[in-house]
């Protein structure tokens, strides 16, 4: 193991219903290689065991009950406690393995963002070729509308400085899905591609079942692309996390009462 990073991070993992692939997502998450480490799930109203099992395991647990994939991720960016925020799927996908070296590059490159794409090096089983094809589309289009030369529009494994969120224009809008290519749309635009990069990493095929909604979510996606080019995109809920949110760490949480 290399020197301890002299920082302290953030791994936000937004979760619906994994209670089968979130205890082997959270061990597999490295310890001990940096000063201060917070793993955190923000929860959208599960119904099985996901919240016990993120507790048995001793992790932060922030109850979000406004739905969607990004709602969980702009109150997540609100309350993580590290100066730096990494974020991956609950599903096993992503490689948590590669945490550290992209936090690493990350300070020792002085970047400000970096996106991980999963299309290069995707393993065999991890993609259904309708998917395959969705993302590649997705992607095409964002590339065309927004020249900002991201080749992976879609991927949920992201590393990046908390303190990008002081300037209220990287502060991404929408609640659902779309939040993925509106974060890589915004750190591109208004942090450079200097300070603003792209990594491949490996992806897996997923433990459990998805949450996602194939031509419902693709079409959400598509859809809100060209109203964010054109500026007709709107924002539905206020930035950060409601007071009211049950969280672990205030000991407030439904599961803490039992």
Known sequence: ???????????????????????PTIDAIPRDWCESLEIMIVDGNSSDRTREIALEKGIRVHLEPRKGYGRAYRT???????????????????????????????????????????LKLAEEGSMSGLHNFGNWMLSFTARMLFFYGVKDSQSGMWVFKKSIFDNKKMRPTNDGMPLSEEIKILARKHLGKKKAIEVSVPYRPRVGDAEIHTWGDGWKNLRFLFFKRVGLHRTRTTWGALESNPDSMNGNLPEQGK
Request: aromatic share 4%; glycine share 4%; with cysteine.
């Open 76 to 118: 997540g960016f609100d309350v993580a406690k590290g100066d730096i925020i990494v974020t991956m799927d609950a599903d096993c996908t992503y490689p948590a393995e590669e945490i550290p070296d992209l936090v690493r590059k990350l300070v020792d490159e002085d970047l400000q963002f970096i996106t991980c794409d999963r």
């Open 1 to 23: 193991m290399a020197d301890v990073l002299p920082v302290s991070v953030t791994v936000i993992l937004p979760t619906r219903n994994e209670e089968e692939a979130l205890g």
